[in-house]
């Protein structure tokens, strides 16, 4: 099966590096199976506590359904789960900022 692999940035509210991590500890089963379900795998969040920034890295299937992830329930019951830990835009998605691959070594 062919893959892409994409990554991306979002940004902390200064202090909320505990909770952010408490709650993707605890991520709901549903969400995972969400994400699953629409070709997400190998999925990475790193975070750079001294900027507030995360750095997300994913797969994501050929015809991954990712593109319909926004209007689905559950993501939205999550951003609004994280919006308080996080710069959101008015949908209450986080703001991400996608980051061209510049590099890479297999």
């Keep these: ?6 990554a991306f940035r979002m940004f902390l509210n200064p202090g909320c590096e505990a909770e ?11 969400l995972s199976a969400l994400l699953k379900e629409r070709g997400v795998s190998d999925y ?3 975070l750079d506590a001294p900027r507030g920034v995360l750095f997300a890295v994913l797969r994501r299937s ?9 209007q689905h329930p ?12 996080m710069q959101t835009n008015a949908d209450g998605s986080p703001v991400a900022e996608p980051l ?6 297999d």
């Design 74 to 85: 559950v993501m939205q019951r999550w951003w609004q789960h994280m919006k308080d830990l």
């Design 44 to 46: 990475s969040i790193f």
């Design 1 to 6: 099966m062919t893959t892409e692999k994409i």
């Design 20 to 30: 952010y991590q408490r709650r993707h500890d605890a991520i709901w089963p549903e």
């Design 62 to 70: 050929a015809g991954h359904g990712m593109d319909s992830l926004p």
């Design 100 to 105: 061209p691959c510049v590099f890479h070594l």
